[in-house]
């Protein structure tokens, strides 16, 4: 039973570099979710997406790209980092919106240096 | 900004007690409201939904009540056991669809 699982789950890097957070699921949930965890704001909505090829933003969107080419992979691009998107990274997914909770994977603690 | 459960407060119980762990939601669109449970260096975990059509739910050692009149939601948990310590939050269905998260609760069970 995998559920959802997020690679890395630590990574350090420096400002300016590109790098990328995967989040792979195995139930085949149609809805994935990248979030931020950050003291003092909770959760923060930085992506979703509702089926393969159809993403759209959240509340946080700007310094991140996102791709959903298969169904079961959702990941997370910072395409030059900055020391501000230093944070927890959670993916997670749910079959549909609304009437159905999400379910997270244990999260990707990042440091930009 | 956000609208639900603003800051993280500390619950501290004794081990067999029972807890109580509250949260205020502003948008009374929300239609739907999940309690989640995250334990240190972990992602949160799905504990009870409700509907906002319900105004109490149960669970195994837990309850969930929804008042709707002044937009409260509590999650109640019989005898806490040490497992239990965690951040709590809870999160609200908006009219977007969306899921809005609140700060949490951090509960600390006394043995």
Redesign the interface.
Known sequence: DAGITQSPRYKITETGRQVTLMCHQTWSHSYMFWYRQDLGHGLRLIYYSAAADITDKGEVPDGYVVSRSKTENFPLTLESATRSQTSVYFCASSESLGIQPQHFGDGTRLSIL | G?SV?LHLPTLSVQEGDNSIINCAYSNSAS??F?W?KQES??????II?I?SNMDKRQGQRVTVLLNKTVKHLSLQIAATQPGDSAVY?CAE?NAG???T????TRLMVKP
């Open positions: 956000e459960g239609d739907y999940i989640y260096g972990k992602g949160p975990q799905f939904d509907r939050f269905n669809n969306m899921l998260f609140g700060g949490g």
